[in-house]
């Protein structure tokens, strides 16, 4: 397994002129598989919110999505399961899959009662996740329908950025209308996985299925973008570095020697990441001159070696006398993602200050990006809350749901 590492400019083409040029460099990075190669197997640990609210057809719809993961595991693969109210159990203690028809009666045992603490139930999962680490593709699922009532936010962060610290990646999935979108997505960006809406119980099943799909395409993990710049080159001071796919989320950057670390976490074989970093660029003296390099340190759970390099990638520009723009329409794309993206939390910063129209006006503004991005379900979700707010309307929990998922990703139908 090696690293897939593309570099591209918005505009390959600097003015030898300016004495400043701003270019956004893109990366995409993927895991490449040999023809031979085995996929790692699966440490999967699923945190599942069984308080009293999801009592009824919600849990019965959880827990089938639950079974219906353990029937996709393979042999060799780890499960673990921790339900939660206001307290947390273990369910099925971290172990090889060898016995599923019994984990799945654990599961079915299930029942719905008391409040919601997120935290101890986090703070479980990932006790059960460690045990399996070793070797293998580390992921949580947590789903929860309610606010954390019983438990402290802050407490969710901090374990996010302790399973971090572990190389173990936490998926959120929201169920219902009434979920906190803001701790479920920082536990979610903290934890490098990513956020998931089930709006119906009857999504559930397909929701799991989907990041089930993806976590098996996981080929390497704890991987980190390690970016060189050249004399005359810097970051951006606000925001310099963000993710655009399949997740819009901010990265924070850690300088590292000479050069510049970023988090990205697992890497799968079919979906690239693709990084998105703000760069400005000093005069030049004309010609092909590099202006950054790239690599990505990861591990390799099949193969059971950690802190590999890959291959170094120069980052070139052309710097020329008489300026033509040379747009990249790809990296242009990137840059549409990571604008609706900003343009949607304004909105929700808006909002919250009770400032209406000002947050209708960036909706809309978002809703027009995700049109020219061609991303035509972002732009119907986000223009239908801008109405709504125009028209003297509240947004509903479920609008406000839908408009933070479209507003990081395309829309799962």
């Known amino acids: 397994m090696r690293v897939g590492l593309q570099p591209a400019l918005n505009d390959i083409n600097i003015d030898a002129t300016q004495a400043s040029s701003q270019r956004q460099l893109e990366i995409s990075i993927s895991a490449i598989a040999g023809d031979l190669e085995d996929?790692?197997?699966l440490n999967l640990c699923i945190i599942l919110d069984h308080s009293g609210?999801?009592?009824?057809?919600?849990?019965?719809?959880?827990?089938q999505a639950a079974i219906g993961l353990v029937d996709r595991l393979a042999p060799g693969d780890r499960i673990s399961v921790v339900a939660f109210d206001h307290r947390a159990k273990v369910l099925v203690p971290n172990q090889v899959i060898d016995n599923p028809e019994n984990i799945k009666k654990q599961i079915n045992r299930l029942s719905a009662?008391?409040?919601?603490?997120?935290?101890e139930g986090l703070k479980l999962g990932i006790e059960e996740l460690a045990k399996g680490k070793k070797e293998t593709v580390s992921q949580a699922f947590l789903l929860t329908d309610g606010e954390n009532e019983h438990g402290d936010n802050n407490r969710c962060l901090k374990f996010a950025q302790v399973a971090t610290g572990y190389n173990l990646t936490l998926n959120t999935l929201g169920f219902g209308a009434h979920w906190n979108q803001d701790?479920?997505?920082k536990i979610a960006d903290a934890g490098g996985g990513t956020l998931s809406y089930i709006e119906r119980p009857e999504q559930a099943v397909d929701e799991f299925g989907r990041?089930?799909?993806?976590?098996?395409?996981?080929?390497?993990?704890?991987?980190?973008?390690?970016?060189?710049?050249?004399?005359k080159v810097r970051l951006a001071e606000l925001k310099p570095i963000a993710q655009v796919a399949p997740d819009a989320i901010e990265l924070p950057v850690q300088p590292e020697g000479?050069?510049?670390?970023?988090?990205?976490?697992?890497?799968?074989?079919?979906?690239?990441?693709?990084?998105?970093?703000?760069?400005y660029v000093s005069q030049l003296t004309p010609g092909h001159q590099a202006i950054a390099e790239v690599q990505v340190r990861y591990d390799d759970p099949a193969q059971d070696k950690m802190g590999l390099l890959s291959q170094r990638v120069l980052v070139e520009a052309n710097v020329v006398q008489s300026y033509q723009p040379a747009p990249n329409p790809q990296v242009q794309q990137s840059i549409l993602a990571l604008a609706k993206y900003r343009q949607t939390q304004l909105a929700e910063a808006k909002l919250q200050q009770g400032d209406r129209v000002g947050a209708a006006t960036m909706l809309q503004t978002a809703a027009k990006t995700a049109l020219q991005m061609g991303d035509k379900g972002a732009a119907t979700v986000l223009q239908t809350s801008a109405t709504r707010l125009q028209s003297g309307e509240e947004l509903s929990e479920a609008d406000r749901k839908k408009t933070r998922i479209v507003s990081k990703t395309i829309l799962q139908e």
């Open 258 to 279: 000479e050069r510049y670390m970023v988090r990205l976490g697992d890497l799968m074989k079919d979906v690239p990441r693709v990084i998105l970093a703000n760069l």
């Open 211 to 231: 990041l089930f799909n993806r976590i098996s395409a996981v080929g390497l993990t704890n991987a980190y973008l390690l970016l060189s710049l050249m004399p």
């Open 39 to 41: 996929r790692a197997p």
């Open 53 to 63: 609210s999801m009592n009824g057809r919600p849990l019965e719809t959880v827990k």
């Open 183 to 185: 701790i479920l997505e």
């Open 113 to 119: 009662d008391g409040g919601t603490a997120i935290d």
